[in-house]
């Protein structure tokens, strides 16, 4: 069936019916796993439709974008200052995929035993099934795990790729290279984009990226209420949009919601009872469209009420400071702020298991859901700290390792309702 935009797509040079089979197979799936809920809020009209559009109008808002002579960079890590790129008029997107299409491409090029998420942005540029990567005028990976530094390699030869050097420890010398790769970066993103980055501009990036963050702050505050007054899977598709959508949109839209939402709190409505197991996510990045696991969870009798997370609170716990007066003192805000994630890269994270038992108080989780891909060891080894940090808080835990296939569904949802049973 022909849309009105196979033209662009046509253009962006995608493979036109394996792309019309993937849309069908999205469009299916979200159905059946979020338009099947009931009781959700007005504002998660706004965000059905992105989603529906996620590649048709917005890939058209880039385009147009373009025509007007800003550049479209692409990345796949929460590492990679969104605020650069706004300072030189860019438009930054999020390019990590959560779908097994182009999987048997991929698997042409890298060893099969590699994490789903890295297969599957090589599969899509493979299969060429993604108009964001195809929109990119320039793609930015980063040196966090060695399946994603080596799959670059490979990935330089179909599309234009810059990689940052992100360090694995905090000391002083780490932040130090940071900072060197924090300038080079600058300096590449003038070069492509044609703009001098000045003060002026990048204090409104920061203010801008800034909004955002706390606009998602705030619906993780409402999120700790009790009844639960969003479902977790409503709440992962939000945190994914706003990798995708428009910053200054997202944010009013989100805004929104909220009001809603607190509308919900203070009159004691929730989305499910009160009595709801409350589980929390920890791990690995979801990104769209990877629903699997909060489906199995919430259709085993549980809420999702927190991801630890990149596509989650990692990516919006901390603000960079805006204070600064010099176009150098913006930069060391934005050096420092970035210094403070905490993804399983870096040794020693403690950090991280500090933070996933404040989260876990705070919101009164009654569990931890430790999510880990299949083949990531960072995650997967680290999960071992995480349950004994949690053992120590007297909050419960489950590990589970899984990929984008829909093959260990009932496995899951075996173990999952055990769990929920168990911290119920
Ligand atoms: S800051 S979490 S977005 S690197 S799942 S590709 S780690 S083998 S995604 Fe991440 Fe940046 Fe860290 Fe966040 Fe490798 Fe693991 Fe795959 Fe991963």
Not at 55 to 75: F, M, N, P, S, W
Not at 156 to 170: L, S, W
Not at 329 to 341: F, P
Request: proline share 4%.
């Amino acid at each position: 069936m022909s849309t009105p935009h196979d033209a662009m797509w046509e253009k962006l040079n995608l493979d036109l019916d394996a792309h019309a089979g993937l849309l069908q197979v999205l469009g299916k799936f979200y159905g059946d796993i979020y338009m099947s809920q009931t009781g959700r809020l007005k504002g998660m009209e706004y965000l059905d439709f992105v989603l529906s559009e996620v590649h048709g109008l917005r890939i058209k808002e880039l385009q147009d974008a373009k025509a007007q002579g800003k550049k479209v960079i692409g990345t796949f890590c929460v590492f990679v200052p969104e605020e650069i790129v706004l300072a030189a008029d860019g438009v930054q997107v999020g390019l990590c995929a959560g779908a097994e299409a182009g999987k048997d491409a991929a698997e042409k090029v890298l060893p099969r035993n590699t994490c789903a998420l890295i297969k599957s942005f090589v599969g899509f540029k493979l299969s060429r099934l993604c108009p964001f990567i195809e929109s990119c005028d320039l793609v930015v990976g980063e040196t966090t795990c060695d399946g994603k530094k080596k799959a670059y390699e490979i990935f330089a030869d179909y599309a234009p790729v810059y990689v940052m050097e992100i360090p694995q420890m905090k000391n002083a010398c780490d932040r130090e290279l940071w900072r060197a790769e924090v300038l080079r970066f600058k300096d590449k993103v003038e070069e492509v984009t044609g703009k001098s980055i000045m003060a002026p501009r990048l204090r409104e990036a920061i203010r801008l990226v800034n909004d955002r963050r706390k606009v998602l702050q705030r619906l993780n505050r409402l999120r700790a209420a009790s009844p639960v007054p969003i479902s977790g899977r409503d709440a992962l598709l939000i945190n994914q949009i706003s990798f995708y959508d428009d910053p200054v949109r997202f944010t009013e839209k989100i805004g929104h919601l909220c009001d809603e939402l607190e509308e919900q709190v203070n009159s004691g409505k929730g989305i499910v009872p009160k009595e709801t197991p409350r589980l929390m996510l920890s791990g690995c990045p979801m990104a769209v469209p990877n629903w699997k696991l909060p489906y199995v969870i919430e259709s085993s009798g549980a809420v999702i009420i927190g991801e630890e997370s990149c596509i989650g609170t990692r990516n919006i716990r901390d603000l960079v400071d805006e204070s600064g007066e010099s176009l150098d003192d913006l930069l060391n805000a934005i050096v420092d702020r970035y210094m403070r994630i905490d993804c399983a890269c870096f040794t020693p994270n403690m950090e991280r298991m500090d933070n996933i038992v404040s989260m876990a108080r705070d919101l009164k989780a009654d569990g931890v859901i430790h999510y880990g891909l299949s083949f990531c060891q960072p995650y997967a080894i680290e999960a071992f700290k995480v349950e004994k940090a949690l053992k120590a808080a007297d909050i419960p835990m489950l590990s589970i390792e899984t990929d984008y296939s829909m093959e260990d569904v009932e496995q899951l949802k075996t173990r999952v309702e055990a769990f929920v049973e168990m911290v119920r």
